[in-house]
């Protein structure tokens, strides 16, 4: 097993920088995630970790030693990426088997590995396969088994769920949850998909532009967002960010009042985060909301609406067998622990 240490990781590329002085440490057998929307620099920063770029400043450490210098193939690291990268003329045994003969191991040895790792992966039927021959599934396993057999110090995983369906990237999230936890192999997954790194991660690292906003385990970003991008991409439905100002015993939304256990600065220009789980249908509650649009997912309706009177939009979640119709007005409420507050300018939390 091993460590995975990033310090003040810069990267450039052709003088523009793109990694902003990352420091993050990952601890033995735990599995972080780095997620973040497209061209935020968390892939960027996988392929610092294996290598396949050079770190501008800062060090790269894999369980305590420093590998700036040190080529891809002599990290003792395994990569999974989402394009499977599989060698089609080859079957699923020789596509698992394949590095393993290029370190010149003998074939028992690769056997042994091999098998072990279809039998985890439930691939025993499949080895004498060819890709073509497989689902989407099916080959996402072979690329992890491939990763599996090598028995590295630090798994990579590059977004190896987005060219799955919908369904299928459920199940591989189970697989590859599972599969981290019987092995305690430390693991570096990047994805876009929030709700992927939400139930995959121990930790997340929240990528924006650059630099890593906020790190900890997933449900302190959703309890505590450090700022307001992290507000806004952890949740789904997103937070509801909203301009408002303190006001004596509360914090003021337009014409809205929302009770707050807070004194000091009124008058003070705030973003009021709102999570749409967090709203309640409420006789006589603050937020007036007329409803433009309902969402009917069968558990829960989405409520999607304007605060009147100002038209801000609003997304609140309910039951999904409240009875409502669109263009009405509904009340909303909610719970003074549940309101979060963000500086106007900064959008450092307050």
Known sequence: ??????????????????????????????????????????????????????????????????????????????????????????????????????RGMDRAAIRRRVDRAAAILQLDGLLDRKPRQLSGGQRQRVAMGRAIVREPKVFLFDEPLSNLDAQLR??????????????????????????????????????????????????????????????GFIGSPAMNLLPGELAEGGVRIGEALLPLDRRGEPGRPVTVGLRPEH?????????AVRLGLLERLGADTILHGTLAPRGLALVARAAGTVALRLGETVPLAIRPQHVHLFDADSGQRL
């Not at 981290?180 to 121990?202: I, K, N, P, R, W």
């Not at 709203?279 to 937020?287: C, K, R, S, T, V």
């Open 1 to 102: 097993m091993a460590t995975v240490t990033l310090d003040g990781v810069r990267k450039s590329f052709a003088g523009r920088e793109v990694v902003h002085g990352v420091s993050v440490a990952v601890a033995d057998g735990e599995l972080v995630v780095v997620v973040g929307p497209s061209g935020c620099g968390k892939s960027t920063l996988l392929r610092l970790v294996a290598g396949l770029e050079t770190v501008t400043a800062g060090t790269v450490a894999i369980d305590g030693r420093v590998v700036n210098g040190v080529e891809p193939k002599d990290r003792d690291i395994a990569m999974v990426f989402q394009n499977y990268a599989l060698y089609p003329h080859m079957s699923v045994f020789d596509n698992m088997a394949y590095g393993l003969r290029m």
């Open 170 to 231: 459920v199940q591989m999230r189970v697989e590859i949850k599972r599969l981290q936890q019987e092995l305690a192999t430390t693991s570096l997954y990047v994805t876009h998909d929030q709700v992927e790194a939400m139930t995959l991660a121990d930790r997340l690292v929240v990528m924006n532009a650059g630099n890593a906003d906020q790190i900890g385990p997933p449900l302190e970003l959703y309890e505590r967002p450090a700022t307001t991008f992290v507000a």
């Open 279 to 287: 709203l309640e249908l409420a006789a006589g509650g603050p937020l």
